[in-house]
Nanobody, 115 residues
Framework: QVQLVESGGGLVQAGGSLRLSCAASGSIFSINGMGWYRQAPGKQRELVASIASGGGTNYADSVKGRFTISRDNAKNTVYLQMNSLKPEDTAIYFC?????????WGQGTQVTVSS
């Protein structure tokens, strides 16, 4: 089992920045990729960014050039640095971890961007 705890969400003005953190515990040695997803009211959950165990990254087109995903293996933590935030980035942000065929999710953290 893997437990994920997100933090770092909040309210920010458009153009501002936030850094989300996701701390993993449990069977962390078995984690392959990790990622950040978001879900806005009335919309489906969508991929924001992911990072593979080897460090390769992938981003949604809507956040390329503004968001950066990184991973600190020593701290078992994955980060999402979000710059130049827009009102359309407002959503609940979820961290996930892929372990074999299973996907584990955190509880989510709210990000609200005011115009």
């Amino acid at each position: 089992q893997v437990q994920l705890v997100e933090s770092g969400g909040g309210l920010v003005q458009a153009g501002g920045s936030l850094r989300l953190s996701c701390a993993a515990s449990g069977s962390i040695f078995s984690i392959n990729g990790m990622g950040w997803y978001r879900q806005a009211p009335g919309k489906q959950r969508e991929l924001v960014a992911s990072i593979a165990s080897g460090g390769g990254t992938n981003y949604a087109d809507s956040v390329k050039g503004r968001f950066t995903i990184s991973r600190d293996n020593a701290k078992n933590t994955v980060y999402l640095q979000m710059n130049s935030l827009k009102p359309e980035d407002t959503a609940i942000y979820f961290c996930n971890a892929v372990v074999g065929i299973y996907i584990h999710w955190g509880q989510g953290t709210q990000v609200t961007v005011s115009s």
